[in-house]
């Protein structure tokens, strides 16, 4: 949970932190719509590496983006091999015949019991999983002795690599962005920009205040609640509870143990938030006077034109190449 950094915020005096919020959300929207229509691997690329070079002129630490990534590797792993074994069309990069016998099938518990036993010792068990499933792979290819209970063949085809790179890449460029607002920008800002953006929806008598207070909380409460559950974690620990060791059913429990007291802390704070606004007279909707008025600058401007370009670019390229 500490590796969790959407909703947090990192002071800091780049050009990123100096402007509007307004440009910021624009950006944002316009960059993830140019990722969802580029179609060929190395344009995503190429976007790839502009989303780095952001990050560097904004100085923002990449490795702490990285470590950000953590919480979402199992989902980007499955996603990945997902893609390569069920894709079928392009020419075959790699064959191998995998021969499951009554050896590999006692070497292949021992390697995954080694594993379960060995893995709190682990600072890397991410890495650690890989290095274990790369292992069993290669000595169901390599590997056959004693009576041979199956056999399969295992082909990667060049069109499911290049799918699930495309898809792993795209994945990795939505979600920096979306890391690089929210760092970049304080929740008031970003609740005022979203007020302003979405100020239209007032024509179709839709109230872009309470919108924009919700999702603003919500991001403001993400860190915040991950704070609490890591604290609450360290407790229990301290109590003799180990989170990762167990049957399923003492699991279970543990996690209900987790939840209760989340859910109290979370009624908690928002009572408390409630009575707050309260005191200050806070009615969505209503005029009201603010202290940070926002400010469009040059850099703004020049931003926005990136972007439009950027989306023009792609747009050219999907229909006409």
């Known amino acids: 949970m500490k590796n969790i950094i959407v909703g947090q915020y990192i002071p800091g005096n780049s ?18 719509i140019s990722a969802f229509l580029f179609e060929d691997i190395s344009h995503i690329v190429y976007m ?24 979402i590797m199992i989902l980007l792993l499955f996603t990945f091999s997902f893609q390569v074994v069920f894709i079928k069309t392009g020419d075959v990069i790699f064959d191998t015949e995998l021969t499951l016998s009554s050896v590999n099938l006692i070497l ?9 036993f060995t893995r709190r010792y682990i600072k890397s068990r991410f890495l650690y999983l890989i290095i274990v499933i790369v292992g069993i792979l290669t000595m169901l290819s390599l590997f056959s002795p004693g009576f041979k209970i199956s056999s399969s063949d295992f082909v990667i085809y060049e069109d499911g690599l290049l799918g699930a790179s495309f898809i792993m890449v795209r994945l990795i460029i939505i979600v920096t962005l979306s890391t690089i607002l929210t760092l970049t920008t304080r929740p008031t800002d970003l609740n005022l920009g979203l007020e302003r953006i979405l100020k239209p929806l007032k024509l179709v008598r839709i109230n872009s205040e309470e919108i924009a207070l919700i999702i603003s909380i919500a991001l403001r409460y993400i860190p915040t ?20 060791e167990g049957k399923l059913k003492d699991k279970v429990m543990q996690i209900i143990s ?9 009624f908690k704070r928002s009572d408390d ?35 439009v370009v950027v989306l023009a670019s792609t747009i050219f390229v999907r229909v006409y190449l």
């Not at 987790?258 to 802390?265: D, K, N, Q, T």
Request: with cysteine; glycine share 6%.
């Open 108 to 116: 292949m518990i021992l390697i995954i019991l080694t594993w379960y």
């Open 15 to 32: 050009f990123l932190y100096k402007m509007d919020p307004r440009s910021k959300i624009i950006a944002l929207g316009l960059l993830m």
């Open 273 to 307: 938030l409630a009575n707050a606004m309260e005191a200050r007279s806070f009615i969505p909707g209503n005029p009201r006077t603010r202290i940070h008025i926002l400010t469009w600058h040059y850099r703004d401007t020049l931003v926005m034109i990136f972007c």
């Open 225 to 244: 609640l991950l704070d609490e559950a890591n604290k609450i974690m360290l407790a229990q620990a301290s109590r003799g509870v180990d989170f990762s």
């Open 48 to 71: 790839l590496v502009g989303v780095l070079l952001i990050l560097k002129i904004g100085g923002i630490p990449i490795m702490r983006i990285a470590r950000g990534l953590r919480p």
């Open 258 to 266: 987790l939840l209760v007291p989340m859910f109290i802390i979370s």
